[in-house]
C-alpha cells in the first residue's frame, strides 16, 4: 500500500515562495504518475500540476504556469511543488496524489488517482 505525506505548507506573504513534498512509504515512486491538486472553500478540487513516472514530462494549469515548478527525485521517493510569486488565490489545501495507470495525458483529472495524501495547507495573505 503506497502511502503519501505531504509537507512544506504554511502562511507567506503574496509574492513569497514555498517548497511543498510529496514523500512515499510503502512502495517505490517511479512506477506512478503525480499529480499535485488543491482545493479552496466551497470549490472544487483542481488539478495544479503533474509529473510523468520518470519525470521527463510535466503540466501545468494555466493559473501557475511560469509560477510553479513540479519536479521528482525517484532515488529518494520524494515529488516536489516549488510555489513562486505566489497570490492570495493560491490558498487552498494543496494534495499530492499518485496514479498507478500512468495515463499522463489524463493526469489533471482527480479521478485517475488511486492514492493520495492528508493534504497540507497553503495560506498566502498579508
Known amino acids: 500500500q503506497l502511502r503519501l505525506v505531504e509537507s512544506g505548507g504554511g502562511l507567506v506573504q503574496p509574492g513569497g515562495s514555498l517548497r511543498l513534498s510529496c514523500a512515499a512509504s510503502?512502495?517505490?515512486?517511479?512506477?506512478?504518475?503525480i499529480g499535485w491538486f488543491r482545493q479552496a472553500p466551497g470549490k472544487e478540487r483542481e488539478g495544479v500540476s503533474c509529473?510523468?513516472?520518470?519525470?521527463?514530462?510535466?503540466k501545468y494549469a494555466d493559473s501557475v504556469k511560469g509560477r510553479f515548478t513540479i519536479s521528482r527525485d525517484n532515488a529518494k521517493n520524494t515529488v516536489y511543488l516549488q510555489m513562486n510569486s505566489l497570490k492570495p488565490e493560491d490558498t487552498a489545501v494543496y494534495y499530492c496524489?499518485?496514479?498507478?495507470?500512468?495515463?499522463?495525458?489524463?493526469?489533471?483529472?482527480?479521478?485517475?488517482?488511486?492514492?493520495w495524501g492528508q493534504g497540507t495547507q497553503v495560506t498566502v495573505s498579508s
Open positions: 496524489a499518485a496514479q498507478a495507470s500512468r495515463l499522463f495525458s489524463l493526469c489533471t483529472l482527480p479521478l485517475t488517482y488511486d492514492y
Open positions: 510503502g512502495l517505490t515512486l517511479d512506477s506512478y504518475v
Open positions: 509529473i510523468s513516472s520518470a519525470g521527463g514530462s510535466t
